[in-house]
């Protein structure tokens, strides 16, 4: 069982450049999220999504796009990368928004806009 | 605006001594707590998840407690190992999940 896999795991951009950031879960999770995580500072959610065709803002949304056409992908997207978009990116997904289920986490996206 | 705050930032004991983790959120409204452990340039790996009607939860040498009336929640680590060295975050969950900046430990052999 794979759980959430994010690829790819370490990426380089100039200034400028766009890239998708990939994520998939295998666990039928509804709920699928993307957090940054800058040093020394928690994690911040940039875009939530709660199924399929569903999409929200979180705390950070900008310079960031997001789609879910699939309960098992959620890509993030950059358009025009800026060096403030220098961090580490998680994927989570989770069954439902409550009580009873925790957070799956993926390994991590490092990323640095040179 | 949910905030969560992790004191201390950092911690350094030797072997064998017990741990204590604590961490503050300022909305008691929450669904769940969860406590994850980060080892350097990796992932998050969940250790325990306390549903707001509960009081504590355990895991072999983990017990994290809740009280949401005063908005805490406790971590402790027994027997201090130096396997145990890693950033433990801390997340509440009420429409989202807000963390922590997280306490780093460091258990010295």
């Known amino acids: 069982n794979a759980g959430v896999t994010q690829t790819p795991k370490f990426r380089i951009l100039k200034i400028g450049q766009s890239m998708t950031l990939q994520c998939t879960q295998d666990m039928n999770h509804n709920y699928m999220y993307w957090y940054r995580q800058d040093p020394g500072m928690g994690l911040k959610l940039i875009y939530y999504s709660v199924g399929a065709g569903i999409t929200d803002k979180g705390e950070v949304p900008n310079g960031y796009n997001v789609s879910r056409s699939t309960t098992e992908d959620f890509p993030l997207r950059l358009e025009l990368a800026a060096p403030s978009q220098t961090s580490v990116y998680f994927c989570?997904?989770?069954?439902?928004?409550?009580?009873?289920?925790?957070?799956?986490f993926g390994s991590g996206t490092r990323l640095t806009v040179v | 605006k949910q905030e969560v705050t992790q004191i201390p930032a950092a911690l350094s004991v030797p072997e064998g001594e017990n741990l204590v983790l604590n961490c503050s959120f300022t909305?008691?409204?929450?669904?769940?707590l969860q406590w994850f452990r980060q080892d350097p340039g990796k992932g998050l790996t969940s250790l325990l998840l306390i549903q707001s009607s509960q009081r504590e939860q355990t895991s072999g040498r983990l017990n994290a407690s809740l009280d949401k009336s005063s908005g805490r929640s406790t971590l402790y680590i027994a027997a201090s190992q130096p396997g145990d060295s890693a950033t433990y975050l801390c997340?509440?969950?009420?429409?989202?999940?807000?963390f922590g900046a997280g306490t780093t430990v460091t258990v010295r052999a």
């Open positions: 997340a509440v969950h009420d429409y989202k999940l807000s």
């Open positions: 989570a997904s989770s069954a439902t928004g409550l009580a009873n289920y925790g957070y799956t």
């Open positions: 909305d008691s409204a929450i669904y769940n």
